[in-house]
């Protein structure tokens, strides 16, 4: 590890004053710092989530956004750290965890904003359809995985699936790592609609229109 140190210390300050991140130092940072290795897993994570709930253009920009953090913005950040008497490893950590956090920021507005448009605050709650006795939990979860958490319980058992709602879209599909899968419809604060798929219809058939239970 004392060599590759010594080497990426010797290439930038070879290239001084403007730093250049290759992809090979990166991936060699990745390798032996385990804090830059969490980083880029962060921010890998933080783009995919914004794939999901942003709309097409949005996340184009994004694209091209990341492309010239990469390019050079990365480097210049990086830059004002290792100036500043952080470890290379330190620098490119920090920057890459800021970039992570703005992305998760931005993604926060906009479920912040597909909750308004969709009334969640009002919908989420406990729902059913009384003949089958089956019970529908739908909770808000505003978080770096997923943006709603709903739970399905009844027949002795209960599953958990996990959903992205975009701005003006009452529509969503939400899905476990086994392929359970079921589409809810908010149809407004007092009914939602739901429709499995078959991996689903294994544990529990969902299909039907399911109001609050006010109890």
Do not use: C
């Not at 995919?48 to 913005?73: C, H, P, T, Y």
Request: aromatic share 12%; glycine share 6%.
């Amino acid at each position: 590890m004392k060599r590759l140190i010594a080497a990426l210390a010797a290439v930038f300050l070879i290239s001084a004053p403007a730093f250049a991140l290759t992809y090979e130092e990166y991936l060699q940072l990745k390798r032996y710092f385990p804090g830059f290795a969490s980083a880029d897993q962060k921010l890998t994570q933080a783009y995919n989530e914004a794939e999901k709930v942003m709309d097409k253009s949005e996340f184009e920009a994004l694209r091209e956004s990341q492309r010239d953090w990469i390019a050079g913005q990365r480097d210049v950040r990086a830059e004002i750290f290792i100036r500043d008497d952080y470890s290379i490893a330190d620098a490119y950590t920090r920057v890459t965890f800021e970039r992570a956090e703005s992305i998760l920021a931005r993604i926060r507005e906009i479920q912040n904003r597909a909750v308004d448009d969709a009334g969640i605050d009002d919908i989420a709650g406990e729902y059913a359809i009384s003949e089958s006795g089956l019970y529908m939990r739908v909770s808000l979860m505003i978080r770096d995985e997923a943006l709603f958490e709903v739970s399905f319980a009844g027949r002795g058992s209960r599953m958990v699936l996990y959903g992205h709602i975009k701005p003006g879209d009452k529509t969503a599909s939400f899905s476990d790592d086994l392929d359970e899968q079921a589409v809810l419809t908010f149809q407004d604060n007092d009914t939602i609609s739901v429709i499995g798929n078959e991996a689903f219809k294994v544990a529990f058939d969902p299909d039907g229109t399911y109001k609050r239970n006010n109890q």
